[in-house]
C-alpha cells in the first residue's frame, strides 16, 4: 500500500511539472519582478485593457531598461541585435534631421481660406417625416404612368425662365437688409476726379516698384458667392474699389478698408448666368457695364442706383468693348459668331447693326486704343482685325488675321497705348505677342511665350492682360505650385512673380489698376487678392 500512495504521489509530481510552464526569462529580467499571483493577474488584466500601439510602446521601453550589471537581463541574441538596429536607425534618422522635419510637417497646417467678405449662410436642414414603403404600409401598389416627353422644347426656353426681366433693375444688395441704402461714400468714390498717371516708366523703376507691392490677410475677401469670371478696378485713386462677376449673374463691389456691407462687400445679381465681362466707363465713372452669358448687357448706375438695360438678345452674349472715346458705343460679341454694334444713346435695348464673322464663337473683342474703327476678335484658332466701316450682315472680311494658335484662344487684347501689339492667350500652352504697328495682311509673330494654361473644368482660363500703365508688360495667373501670379516683359523676360502664403489659390482672372500700383485677382471660390504697395 505505501508502495502504491508513493508511485501515485510521484505520478501527481510529474504531472503538475508538465503544466507549470516556466516564464520566459524576458518577463522576469527586472529586479522589481515579484511573485506574487494577485498582482500578476491585476497587471494581466491592464496590460490587456491597452490598445495595441500603446503595448509596443511599453514593449520597446522594456527593452532599453537598464540592464544587469552582470549580463544582457536574460535577452536573446536576436532581442540584443534588435536593439542595437533600432539603435542605429534613430542615429541615422537624427543625422539627417528628419524626425525634427516631421515635428515641424505636423506643425505646419495649411492657412484657412480668408473669412473676410460675404458671410456664409447656414442652411435650415428641413427634417422630413421618415419614408415608408407601401409594402410596409400594407396598401397595393399603385398603378402609375409616366407622361410624355416634352416635344420642341429649345434651350432659349430653359434660359428664359431664369432670366431677369428686362428694364432696369433697382440696386439692392442681395446681402444686406431690403431697407439698406447705399452709402454715401460709395458714390463719392464713383464721382471722384480720375487723375492720369506716367505711363511707361523705365523697366527698372517699373521692376522695384512691382517689387514694393504686398499682400497681406486683411487684402483677400469673399466678394461673390461662385467662381469668379471678370474683375475690374475703378480708376479711382484714394482708395481701392473692385467689382467681380461670378457664374451665377452676381456682380460683387468691394471696396478695401470699408466697414459697409460685410467688411466693404455689396453683393447685387443682375444677371442669371456667368457674368463673363466687366468694365467701368472711362468718360462717366459711375457706370459699370456688364455682359453675361443670358444674352443682357447691362449698366450699374449709381447716381440712379439702378441697373440699366443696354443690350438684350436671347442668350449666349460673351465679350465687349467701348468703340468711342465717351463710351457711347460699344461692339459686343457672342457665342455664335457674331458682333454687334450697339449705341447707348439709341432709345431701346436693341443694336445698330449685327454682322457674321463667319466663325463658331467670338471669345474675346479688344478696340484699337488710337484707330476705334479696328477691332480685334479672339475666334476658335485664329485672332482677326477687323474694320467695323467695312462689316457685312454675311462674310465679312478682316484686315488681317494672326495666325500659329493650335488650339481655342481665350483673350486677345491690344496694347492699352499705342495698339501697335496684341497679346493673345491660347489653350496650347502658349502666350503670344504679335507686331501690329502695321497692319500688313499677315502681321509677325514677335515672341511666343510658354505658359501652362490647362485649368480644368473647376477653374476659369487663364488670360494674360496689359497693365494700362506699362503698354509693354503684362500680368497672368500661374498653375506653378506653390501659387503665384507672373508679371512678363513683351520680349519674354519673367519681371516678377507675387509669392505670399495669402496666395494659395490659382488667380484665373488678374487685372491692374489704371494710376496705382495695385494688382488684383479672383479665384474660383469666389475670392479677391489685392496686391498692392
Known amino acids: 500500500m505505501l508502495t502504491t500512495q508513493t508511485k501515485r504521489d510521484s505520478t501527481a509530481k510529474v504531472r503538475r511539472s508538465s503544466r507549470s510552464v516556466v516564464a520566459p526569462k524576458r518577463l522576469n529580467f527586472s529586479p522589481d519582478a515579484t511573485d506574487n499571483t494577485a498582482t500578476k493577474k491585476k497587471k494581466t488584466k491592464t496590460e490587456n485593457e491597452k490598445p495595441e500601439r500603446e503595448m509596443i510602446k511599453d514593449e520597446d521601453a522594456e527593452d532599453v531598461v537598464d540592464q544587469p550589471a552582470g549580463g544582457h537581463g536574460g535577452l536573446s541574441e536576436y532581442e540584443l541585435e534588435r536593439l542595437e538596429n533600432i539603435r542605429k536607425n534613430q542615429a541615422f534618422l537624427s543625422s539627417i534631421n528628419l524626425l525634427q522635419a516631421r515635428e515641424d510637417l505636423q506643425q505646419t497646417t495649411r492657412p484657412k481660406p480668408s473669412q473676410r467678405g460675404l458671410r456664409s449662410q447656414v442652411a435650415i436642414k428641413e427634417i422630413l417625416p421618415p419614408r415608408k414603403s407601401l409594402r410596409l404600409q400594407n396598401k397595393p401598389s399603385d398603378q402609375f404612368t409616366l407622361p410624355d416627353e416634352p416635344k420642341n422644347v429649345s434651350h432659349h426656353d430653359l434660359t428664359s425662365v431664369f432670366k431677369k426681366p428686362a428694364g432696369p433693375l433697382l440696386m439692392n444688395p442681395?446681402?444686406?437688409?431690403?431697407?439698406?441704402?447705399?452709402?454715401?461714400?460709395?458714390?463719392?468714390?464713383?464721382?471722384?476726379?480720375?487723375?492720369?498717371?506716367?505711363?511707361?516708366?523705365?523697366?527698372?523703376?517699373?521692376?522695384?516698384?512691382?517689387?514694393?507691392?504686398?499682400?497681406?490677410?486683411?487684402?483677400?475677401?469673399?466678394?461673390?458667392?461662385?467662381?469668379?469670371?471678370?474683375?475690374?478696378?475703378?480708376?479711382?485713386?484714394?482708395?481701392?474699389?473692385?467689382?467681380?462677376?461670378?457664374?451665377?449673374?452676381?456682380?460683387?463691389?468691394?471696396?478695401?478698408?470699408?466697414?459697409?456691407?460685410?467688411?466693404?462687400v455689396l453683393l447685387f445679381e443682375p444677371h442669371s448666368r456667368p457674368v463673363s465681362c466687366l468694365a467701368f466707363s472711362r468718360f462717366q465713372p459711375t457706370q459699370l457695364l456688364s455682359v453675361s452669358y443670358d444674352g443682357s448687357l447691362r449698366c450699374m448706375d449709381v447716381e440712379k442706383a439702378v441697373f440699366d438695360d443696354v443690350y438684350d438678345v436671347d442668350d449666349g452674349l460673351k465679350t465687349f468693348d467701348f468703340m468711342s472715346d465717351d463710351c457711347s458705343t460699344l461692339v459686343v460679341g457672342n457665342w455664335f459668331g457674331d458682333v454687334a454694334i450697339v449705341d447707348r444713346r439709341t432709345p431701346?435695348?436693341?443694336?445698330?447693326?449685327?454682322?457674321?464673322?463667319?466663325?463658331?464663337?467670338?471669345?474675346?473683342?479688344?478696340?484699337?486704343?488710337?484707330?476705334?474703327?479696328?477691332?480685334?476678335?479672339?475666334?476658335?484658332?485664329?485672332?482677326?482685325?477687323?474694320?467695323?466701316?467695312?462689316?457685312?450682315?454675311?462674310?465679312?472680311?478682316?484686315?488681317?488675321?494672326?495666325?500659329?494658335?493650335?488650339?481655342?484662344?481665350?483673350?486677345?487684347?491690344?496694347?492699352?497705348?499705342?495698339?501697335?501689339?496684341?497679346?493673345?492667350?491660347?489653350?496650347?500652352?502658349?502666350?503670344?505677342?504679335?507686331?501690329?504697328?502695321?497692319?500688313?495682311?499677315?502681321?509677325?509673330?514677335?515672341?511666343?511665350?510658354?505658359?501652362?494654361?490647362?485649368?480644368?473644368?473647376?477653374?476659369?482660363?487663364?488670360?494674360?492682360?496689359?497693365?494700362?500703365?506699362?503698354?509693354?508688360?503684362?500680368?497672368?495667373?500661374?498653375?506653378?505650385?506653390?501659387?503665384?501670379?507672373?508679371?512678363?516683359?513683351?520680349?519674354?523676360?519673367?519681371?516678377?512673380?507675387?509669392?505670399?502664403?495669402?496666395?494659395?489659390?490659382?488667380?484665373?482672372?488678374?487685372?491692374f489698376h489704371p494710376t496705382r500700383n495695385a494688382l488684383l485677382g479672383g479665384n474660383s471660390s469666389g475670392r479677391m487678392h489685392v496686391i498692392y504697395s
Not at 505711363?199 to 461673390?224: G, P
Not at 502681321?443 to 487663364?462: A, C, E, F, V, Y
Open 174 to 264: 442681395i446681402n444686406q437688409d431690403e431697407n439698406f441704402k447705399l452709402p454715401r461714400q460709395l458714390l463719392e468714390l464713383f464721382s471722384e476726379d480720375i487723375k492720369e498717371r506716367k505711363r511707361n516708366v523705365d523697366l527698372k523703376e517699373y521692376i522695384a516698384s512691382l517689387k514694393n507691392m504686398k499682400i497681406s490677410e486683411d487684402c483677400v475677401a469673399k466678394v461673390v458667392k461662385d467662381r469668379i469670371f471678370s474683375v475690374a478696378f475703378h480708376p479711382c485713386s484714394s482708395s481701392l474699389l473692385m467689382a467681380a462677376g461670378d457664374k451665377w449673374g452676381k456682380v460683387g463691389l468691394w471696396n478695401l478698408g470699408a466697414e459697409w456691407g460685410d467688411d466693404g
Open 348 to 511: 431701346g435695348n436693341s443694336h445698330e447693326s449685327l454682322h457674321s464673322l463667319n466663325t463658331t464663337a467670338v471669345r474675346c473683342v479688344s478696340v484699337h486704343p488710337l484707330q476705334m474703327q479696328y477691332f480685334a476678335a479672339a475666334e476658335s484658332r485664329t485672332v482677326s482685325i477687323y474694320d467695323n466701316r467695312y462689316l457685312k450682315k454675311t462674310t465679312s472680311k478682316a484686315v488681317c488675321h494672326l495666325h500659329g494658335h493650335a488650339l481655342s484662344i481665350s483673350s486677345a487684347y491690344f496694347s492699352p497705348s499705342t495698339g501697335n501689339r496684341v497679346l493673345t492667350s491660347c489653350l496650347d500652352n502658349h502666350i503670344r505677342i504679335y507686331d501690329t504697328s502695321s497692319l500688313t495682311s499677315e502681321p509677325p509673330l514677335l515672341k511666343s511665350i510658354s505658359h501652362d494654361m490647362q485649368t480644368g473644368r473647376w477653374l476659369s482660363n487663364l488670360s494674360a492682360v496689359w497693365d494700362p500703365k506699362q503698354s509693354d508688360c503684362f500680368v497672368v495667373g500661374s498653375m506653378r505650385r506653390p501659387r503665384r501670379v507672373e508679371v512678363f516683359h513683351e520680349s519674354g523676360q519673367l519681371l516678377h512673380s507675387f509669392l505670399d502664403e495669402n496666395l494659395s489659390t490659382v488667380l484665373s482672372v488678374t487685372a
